[in-house]
């Protein structure tokens, strides 16, 4: 089937509301309605008799989901554990690292600003140092104190494909830990975790793989599990403990959103138009860049289907105008900064939804106002 023939039937499967152009897919994502029907299935499921639910059923659900998970990314599912965000899996993952006084994390100066946070308050309280540079200078900032190396698959703010692979390989064959944060990469990249070797690979299935609010995994090498904690100790760390039980046994607590993974992924190979929305993105970023009279940020190569393009200048309540005036959902991206404007182009998005934008974006950057 042509994925044009798919993209009519996808659009109205999405809860989203049909009188805003959602161009901002980058953020939290969007949930079609058979995904989230089997979602409130799964909620239902729970309140009708909780204590059969979490006591009883529970454990052999997270495994089968979790196996399923597995197969997606290329990884075996008792490798990995759901989180609610990959936010918390980077943060596990720092944590399990045991850093010591003087101990060095290199890092890209293109992450997500909660994981930066993430580093610089562990580094502080541990004496490490957390060390940030130019993506092709990572691993030649190397010291005899660098312990891990940490990037992003797919950047947040600008939007671009790294090199992980070579990077996870070189920072392997020295001897360091590494650390992946692959918030956008799932669904967008075809994955296999066992291949690309990070000792850490955080991921979220709420954003591209298109699953309920609050899905996310961290998946672990086999050397490594034995030092990572939960978020908290609860009965998990009762005997037999294992790296599941440590970090899934974790209170009372909705799991619907895990379960209806698999529904995702069944949803994902269903309506696989990914050819087509990074055409659209790419497309979508030239014209873009001719409109705003900037440059590119990086080759097409490194584009799939998010792109941020440059501002003119910073613009920081060009996204409300935009919502107000316009109703069109797109961030200004760069915290504190303003100045890239992002677009996700998802499954749903169409031609006209782009079009809508180059059309709203003159009158917008003419009214918005500049900060002083």
């Known amino acids: 089937m042509r994925s044009d023939d798919i993209l009519d039937g996808v659009r109205e499967l999405f809860l989203l509301d049909p009188d805003v152009v959602f161009l901002n897919h980058g953020s939290y994502g969007a949930c079609p309605k058979p995904v989230f029907e089997r979602y409130q299935a799964w909620q239902r499921e729970l309140e009708r008799e909780p204590v059969d639910f979490i006591?009883?059923?529970?454990?052999?659900l997270l495994d089968h989901a979790r196996?399923?998970?597995?197969?997606?990314?290329?990884?075996?599912?008792?490798?990995?554990?759901f989180v609610p965000n990959a936010t918390t899996g980077v943060n596990m993952a720092a944590r399990a690292l045991d850093l010591q006084p003087g101990d060095e994390v290199l890092?890209?100066?293109?992450?997500?600003?909660?994981?930066?946070?993430?580093?610089?308050?562990?580094?502080?309280r541990t004496g490490a140092r957390y060390v940030r540079?130019?993506?092709?200078?990572l691993l030649a900032q190397r010291s005899e104190r660098t312990r891990a190396v940490f990037l992003s698959h797919i950047t947040s703010e600008t939007a671009l494909l790294l090199p992980v692979a070579e990077v996870v390989a070189q920072a392997r064959a020295e001897g360091l830990v590494t650390i992946v944060d692959g918030a956008h990469a799932v669904a967008q990249v075809d994955l296999d975790l066992s291949a690309l070797g990070a000792d850490f690979y955080a991921g979220n299935?709420?954003?591209?793989?298109?699953?309920?609010?609050?899905?996310?995994?961290?998946?672990?090498r086999p050397e490594w599990q034995e030092r990572v904690d939960g978020p908290i100790v609860s009965w998990g760390y009762e005997e037999p403990v294992t790296f599941i039980s440590r970090t899934e046994r974790q209170g009372t607590r909705d799991s619907a959103a895990y379960l209806a993974v698999p529904d995702a992924i069944a949803f994902q190979r269903e309506h696989d138009v990914?050819?087509?929305?990074?055409?659209?993105?790419?497309?979508?970023?030239?014209?873009?860049?001719?409109?705003?009279?900037?440059e590119p940020l990086a080759p097409d190569a490194q584009v799939l289907q998010m792109a941020s393009v440059r501002l003119p200048e910073p613009q920081p309540d060009?996204?409300?105008?935009?919502?107000?005036?316009?109703?069109?959902?797109?961030?200004?991206?760069r915290h504190g900064r303003d100045d890239l404007l992002r677009i996700s182009i998802?499954?749903?998005?169409?031609?006209?939804?782009?079009?809508?934008?180059?059309d709203a974006l003159p009158d917008a950057l003419r009214t918005s106002r500049s900060p002083a």
């Open 107 to 124: 890092a890209t100066n293109l992450e997500y600003g909660a994981c930066d946070l993430t580093w610089e308050w562990l580094c502080e």
């Open 55 to 60: 006591s009883r059923r529970l454990p052999e």
């Open 274 to 294: 990914r050819d087509r929305c990074v055409a659209l993105a790419r497309e979508a970023r030239r014209e873009l860049c001719t409109l705003l009279d900037t």
């Open 318 to 333: 060009l996204s409300q105008r935009l919502f107000d005036e316009h109703r069109i959902e797109i961030p200004t991206m």
């Open 346 to 358: 998802a499954p749903y998005t169409e031609r006209e939804d782009v079009e809508r934008l180059l």
């Open 67 to 81: 196996a399923e998970l597995g197969a997606f990314v290329g990884a075996d599912g008792d490798d990995l554990t």
């Open 205 to 220: 299935c709420h954003k591209w793989l298109c699953a309920p609010k609050g899905s996310g995994f961290l998946y672990v």
């Open 133 to 137: 540079t130019e993506v092709g200078q």
